[in-house]
């Protein structure tokens, strides 16, 4: 759908796709006379429980904290899997003079390289990845997501009773990779007999791989599950549909999608770097700049699920790891 036809649409039953964020104030949040706007291109819903919606919430937190309606302007584009799609959206929001455009998603970058160029006064956001293209309008993104890999790893390895755990990747790249990697150290690190067995089904999107994967593992024997993107709402489906499976996630907490099997998930906090490329924005700054989010910078939080009873060993390892990896004395990655 053109971006144009879209907004059309999205006016029209106004249902949730364009929102409104307060600013500060309306010196410091407004361009002239108009206010501040922002669009965010996503490849997934607003609400998937994963990636998109991590960036939602941050953006609605903002919102919430800011308190008001009349500074800050904010629309989106959603499940623009499709590249050439979403290159198309980017760029028809820059034409359009929004201040900010967040391409949010690590497959958009070329799609910013070669766009910004032509709107040196737009500021281009796009993650996860760290690489600005050297550009003065340009930030980059990401979470050092095998930080809460590392915990989730321990607290997988202290609860599995069958000492199998699943892991359902999308594509062996970026935080997704890490995230897994990470895992499989902190299961290493508890030292208990686990094996780790994963699958990387080659798609962000595919939610009929990711419930074939989790099935393969279950039937293996596996009773603990992570996974990485959007389309790990299938994993969760089959974990519940065999009972007695436990889940960790990330990027969202995921405690809704199954309560009594989500352990923890780890989740990626925005709402920081949001604030901060505002305020960079009115000081005249519009990129050149990378954000890693990290347990250290508040970026990124664990969420236990309360309803399930982590044995108390397994919690005080999991936090002991949070605090080492503050403090830089365990590493997440080997």
Same mark, same amino acid.
């Given at each position: 759908?053109?971006?144009?036809?879209?907004?059309?649409?999205?006016?029209?039953?106004?249902?949730?796709?364009?929102?409104?964020?307060?600013?500060?104030?309306?010196?410091?949040?407004?361009?002239?006379?108009?206010?501040?706007?922002?669009?965010?291109?996503?490849?997934?819903?607003?609400?998937?429980?994963?990636?998109?919606?991590?960036?939602?919430?941050?953006?609605?937190?903002?919102?919430?904290?800011?308190?008001?309606?009349?500074?800050?302007?904010?629309?989106?584009?959603?499940?623009?899997?499709?590249?050439?799609?979403?290159?198309?959206?980017?760029?028809?929001?820059?034409?359009?003079?929004?201040?900010?455009?967040? #391409?949010?998603?690590?497959?958009?970058?070329?799609?910013?390289? =070669?766009?910004?160029?032509?709107? *040196? /006064?737009? $500021?281009? @956001?796009?993650?996860?990845?760290?690489?600005?293209?050297?550009?003065?309008?340009?930030?980059?993104?990401?979470?050092?997501?095998?930080?809460?890999?590392?915990?989730?790893?321990?607290?997988?390895?202290?609860?599995?009773?069958?000492?199998?755990?699943?892991?359902?990747?999308?594509?062996?790249?970026?935080?997704?990779?890490?995230?897994?990697?990470?895992?499989?150290?902190?299961?290493?690190?508890?030292?208990?007999?686990?094996?780790?067995?994963?699958?990387?089904?080659?798609?962000?999107?595919?939610?009929?791989?990711?419930?074939?994967?989790?099935?393969?593992?279950?039937?293996?024997?596996?009773?603990?599950?992570?996974?990485?993107?959007?389309?790990?709402?299938?994993?969760?489906?089959?974990?519940?549909? #065999?009972?007695?499976?436990?889940?960790?996630?990330?990027?969202? =907490?995921?405690?809704?999608?199954? *309560? /009594?099997? $989500?352990? @923890?998930?780890?989740?990626?906090?925005?709402?920081?770097?949001?604030?901060?490329?505002?305020?960079?924005?009115?000081?005249?700054?519009?990129?050149?700049?990378?954000?890693?989010?990290?347990?250290?910078?508040?970026?990124?939080?664990?969420?236990?699920?309360?309803?399930?009873?982590?044995?108390?060993?397994?919690?005080?390892?999991?936090?002991?790891?949070?605090?080492?990896?503050?403090?830089?004395?365990?590493?997440?990655?080997?």
């Amino acid at each position: 759908m053109k971006i144009t036809r879209m907004l059309t649409v999205l006016f029209l039953t106004m249902i949730a796709a364009t929102a409104v964020l307060a600013a500060p104030s309306r010196e410091t949040a407004q361009t002239g006379d108009r206010p501040l706007r922002i669009a965010v291109v996503m490849p997934s819903s607003t609400n998937d429980m994963a990636f998109s919606q991590s960036m939602w919430t941050a953006l609605v937190a903002v919102q919430t904290e800011m308190g008001g309606a009349s500074a800050l302007e904010l629309v989106y584009s959603e499940n623009m899997f499709n590249v050439p799609d979403a290159a198309g959206a980017i760029r028809d929001y820059a034409g359009q003079g929004f201040d900010i455009v967040f #391409a949010h998603g690590s497959q958009y970058g070329s799609s910013v390289q =070669d766009i910004a160029p032509d709107f *040196p /006064e737009t $500021v281009f @956001a796009w993650g996860t990845d760290v690489n600005t293209f050297g550009m003065p309008n340009v930030y980059a993104y990401t979470a050092a997501a095998e930080q809460g890999g590392y915990v989730n790893g321990i607290l997988a390895a202290h609860m599995t009773r069958s000492g199998r755990v699943g892991v359902t990747g999308p594509i062996e790249v970026g935080d997704a990779k890490t995230y897994i990697d990470g895992f499989v150290a902190g299961v290493e690190s508890t030292g208990r007999n686990t094996s780790v067995s994963k699958t990387w089904t080659g798609s962000f999107s595919d939610v009929a791989l990711m419930t074939a994967a989790a099935r393969t593992h279950i039937s293996n024997g596996a009773d603990s599950l992570t996974g990485s993107s959007q389309s790990v709402v299938g994993s969760v489906g089959m974990a519940r549909e #065999a009972g007695n499976v436990y889940w960790f996630g990330t990027q969202a =907490d995921q405690t809704d999608l199954a *309560p /009594e099997l $989500v352990v @923890a998930s780890q989740i990626y906090d925005w709402t920081g770097m949001v604030r901060e490329i505002i305020a960079n924005h009115e000081a005249g700054t519009l990129g050149g700049q990378s954000y890693v989010l990290t347990f250290a910078n508040d970026g990124l939080k664990m969420a236990f699920n309360p309803a399930i009873s982590i044995p108390a060993e397994a919690k005080a390892a999991a936090e002991a790891a949070i605090e080492g990896i503050k403090t830089g004395s365990i590493r997440a990655l080997p």
